[in-house]
């Protein structure tokens, strides 16, 4: 998901720039995007479509991305909410930023390392020993995949080139030999261009599961607003269960939202009915729970590997308390 359509760009900082000059009233809740408009941001798109923030009297404005990532803007009070993963939250919370996550739209991992189909020379994660990783510079993406590798009998020694946007060009030119794609989008959008891929799920190689995809919100907001923090998140996520349960529906939601933004419609409508199927609902069908030994396994090995720190930058010296990383208490019953 890191890599989506130029002409998405352009739309949503036009629109979003709008709404920003109208930003005066203290009663708009702002919402902060981590990329263009894509799957991962369904349930917000439904929410608006659909009215269900308008039918809990709320006024929400959605955040164009930026340099700054969501959970910056949140912890600086320039965004009430905003979108996130288990692992940008954990980094930020233990740095200090004053952020909870309050929903979890995606269960599990949602990404997988990813090489071209035709390497048979690398049959597993042991093989990508020596190899060259088109990268993106996250900090704790080096632990994560050295990690798999060694739980499948490798070393976890490897190069690693960071290219962002440019790395899944580079291993379907064939310059680099591995990365990590967003399963319902590049690994989708590869099928489409005819560079097929072949990936390894983290979790098949004794990896703790994680969640993909995550809701941070300003606790001192959450703390002074608790119930338009309710209103809120219970619509969002009345949004990404209908996204669960109608995927079809809910994608042409996104590109009613995002008029012009996808060139490739399609995509939108078998990535949202990938997450739907594999990666959204938890055991009862309910989309957005949590719990703590999600959380704390994930999270706990961030913090085990020693790449983790405080608001000093400097490594923890002891383990966090990874309930306070998280909170129900805003959800409804779906």
């Not at 060694?150 to 310059?175: F, K, P, R």
């Not at 999600?294 to 490594?315: C, H, I, R």
Request: proline letters at 4%; a negative charge.
């Amino acid at each position: 998901m890191r890599k989506l359509m130029a002409l998405a760009v352009s739309t949503v900082s036009v629109v979003g720039l709008a709404a920003c000059a109208q930003s005066e009233n203290s009663d708009t809740i702002r919402f902060a995007l981590d990329w263009t408009p894509n799957t991962n941001h369904t349930g917000l798109y439904v929410a608006l479509q659909e009215g269900y923030f308008a039918d809990a009297g709320l006024d929400v404005e959605v955040l164009p991305y930026n340099n700054s990532s969501p959970d910056t803007l949140v912890d600086s009070g320039n965004a009430e909410f905003g979108i996130s993963t288990q692992s940008s939250t954990t980094f930020a919370k233990t740095a200090g930023a004053q952020i909870v996550s309050v929903l979890a739209p995606l269960q599990h991992w949602a990404t997988g390392i990813g090489v071209k189909a035709d390497r048979d020379d690398i049959p597993s994660p042991k093989a990508l020993d020596g190899k060259v990783y088109a990268g993106f510079g996250d900090t704790g993406e080096k632990a994560g995949l050295r990690q798999v590798i060694q739980n499948d009998g490798g070393t976890g020694d490897y190069e690693t080139v960071v290219l962002g946007t440019s790395a899944y060009e580079a291993v379907y030119s064939g310059t680099a030999d591995f990365t990590v794609s967003y399963l319902a989008w590049e690994g989708i959008e590869a099928e489409h261009s005819g560079t097929p891929m072949k990936y390894f799920d983290y979790t098949d190689y004794g990896f703790p599961d994680a969640y993909a995809i995550t809701i941070s919100g300003n606790e001192n907001w959450l703390e002074d607003n608790p119930d338009d923090a309710k209103k809120f998140v219970q619509a969002l996520q009345r949004g990404y269960q209908l996204a669960a349960d109608d995927p079809d529906k809910a994608a042409q939601d996104v590109i009613d939202a995002n008029p012009g933004a996808f060139s490739d419609e399609s995509l939108v409508f078998e990535s949202q009915r990938m997450l739907a199927d594999r990666y959204m609902k938890d055991p009862s069908g309910t989309v957005g729970t949590q719990n703590l030994d999600e959380w704390t396994a994930y999270s706990k090995f961030l913090y085990d590997n020693g790449v983790l720190a405080d608001e000093s930058g400097n490594p923890l010296q002891s383990e966090p308390d990874w309930s306070t990383y998280f909170t129900d208490e805003y959800l409804g019953d779906q």
